[in-house]
């Protein structure tokens, strides 16, 4: 990045806080119908703002909310789309919020209100990096692409279906992704890693109605005890999935990752301690950072079966039901392992019981290599934006819209997140820092001139 | 029994099944506050009833709906107390009745009405063996003591209170109870053991609240899972209970049970298709009837944690809550059991979690001596009265107020019941033979002379 980029991005830095500010007072809160008219008029603001910037820009309208569709040629043929979304979380609960969602404030260099981080404040810095580079260089280093939806908060497909559709005349270079975050404040992270995730629920029935204890007690199968052998028989007590090949497909961790998140310093006690636990646990031979980023699981999300009330009640209930989610890493097959969960739960249930098992969303895990000189801009840029080494993180979750334009565009993305969790991102008092947005912007730029 | 009292039972019957239904219109539904009159109305009934038949009756009033307590000498000294219960269950479904459930109906020798098994038609037989003893004999051949509740289908305490305060006075020589089954409609019965109880409850409590299951699996203990090994480590997948020392105090089977309850051909076929199961199950070495009737159990009533709603949602969840109910045989003591099984949940668990356990009520097993000359004469007046062998059978579930009995007064006794499970008490169309009235009017004369 040259200085005078740099020097811009400092000079205008207040008017850049001023606009996000417009932004950030749009309530375009995707999952409330009340808010559709926020969250259009949300979109058509930043829509006009890419206008200002010399972008071709409007809405794509698909079926749920617009997508903000904003293009730019550059002076080389490279071309990069930028992913963010303009929809935001619900503010509730309200009296928790020490200033309105939707009044944005800065305290002690940090701004408040809802989508500070997750995620206007993210796009915005792109948008001023835009803007920027062309203050001062005249134009683009490459071509650029906006894609901003409106339904990332609310769980909608537009987007997926938008790039299925326009994935021929997309083809772009890299995908730019800033809905994720640094590793701390002082440490920003490339994630280039992101679990699948398979879920399923299994029910297991047994008499017709809830029996009495006493009249029926050791004559019959106890279906809830049925549903916690079967689950046992899932999960060892040292944490260790028993379910057979489950592990096969799993990359190994190589050794520079390991080192890698070693050198992170994760502090297990202190994830014990936010959490409330007496102390952490997982399968056997792995850091907890390890098991997070880079180990499949088998979690039971819930499981209900019988009486829920006050004390007592002497019945044999009539059924229980379990939902299961495994959380996948490279190369694990979702269609696979959810067939290897299916065949396990069969062949460890009963005879005695019936077992229905109900299957549904699957989505794959996504591993990039590091190596990809993309990948290795995005880590020089944020280096040059935020003064410091960068770090490569996994990320535990998943972000589906990242699986799409992998699947869909097969070009490399980069998963440079400017947040942090303890930025309340869906929680009161959501902030973000505005030395992260200004060293964002700075390292948007960056990234633009190198990729 | 002598032949004059059977012919006084035989030519009265007509009367006798009047006035039952008389008993019977009333709808003394003690669990409904606006059945109180009627529940009171229904008390002051029999007490006269018993009153014009020479008693001494009264109401005693102790909180809670009146006792009917109704004394008459007799040419021994022995001192028989008859128990039952003058209280209804409520009549919904209403529309389920083909006869109102309190306007009493005789149709093919059966008659309907809410109470008519459980317990006003029991306990009228004993009433009219009392009064039949009276008219052919010129007095009672024992001193007999009715005790008859209000509040045992609400869970009312008054008699048990009653019975602790007045134990001193009454020492019985016996207490007979008509509140259970025959074995089948051909086939009277003697229950001559009933199963205790234990219940608790385990809360395994894990992070405050339920996190993402893709920012935190795999780094600490899932508590539903935690619970599933819990209870998997408490009864193995053949149905023995695993903690230990559960059944050191257990009483064998008799050779004598074991071959008396074998020829009872208890068909396991035809339960498992009226429970709608693929196929009964328990723990191994026991017939069903040995398991329902002389082994103990370590029985799920409940278990909850996590999401319970449509499809998926991906978290921890922060806890699960077990129900649990044991069901005891001699010579289990309640409250060694409970710590046993305490002491194994706590020894399972766990330290990843916190483990939380609330004990709720216990009461003991009761099982009688066959060989006691009461049991025998009951067993003979059974056989006098129904002209069938009488079989001992043992019931799995637990009669609170028996425990109470054989805790406070110390004498032997006698379940004897004209009813059964088939004749629907606490349904729709509650109904009792009225030749199973007879015969039981009769085995009740019967029973007061040779006891």
Redesign the interface.
Known sequence: MTDRVQACIDENQDRFVEELKQFLRFPSISALQQHDGDTRACAEWIKDHLGGLGFEAGLIEIGGKPIVRAVRRGKSAKRVVIYGHYDVQPEDPLDEWKTPPFEPTVRDGILYGRGATDDKGQVFAHVKAVESLLRTEGGLPCEVIFLLEGEEESGGDALARYVKQAKDELKPDAVVVSDSTMYDANTPALTYGL?G?V?L?FIVR???AD????????????P??V???I???C?G?D?KILVPHFYDDVVPLQDWERESFRKLNFNDAA??KE?????????PGYS?LE??WA?P?F??????????GQ???????AS??A?I?C?LVSNQDPVRIRDLVVEHLRSVC?????LEINE??ASPPVLFDVNNPTIRAAQEALRQGFGRETVFIR????IPVVSTFVEQLGCPVVLMGFGL?SDGPHSPNEHFSLDSFRRGTKAAAHLLQTI
């Open positions: 679990r995730i879920a629920e047994g008499p017709a029996l009495h204890s006493g009249a029926y007690g050791g004559a019959l199968a106890n809830v005890m549903a916690a052998q689950l046992a028989a999960v007590r944490g994830l014990a959490l409330n636990v007496p102390r952490l646990h997982g399968e907890t098991r997070l180990r699981t979690e039971i999300n819930g499981l209900h079966g019988g009486y829920g004390r007592s009640k002497t019945i044999i209930p229980a039901t939902k989610t959380r009963p005879d005695t019981v019936r549904f969303g990320c535990g979750g998943s969790d």
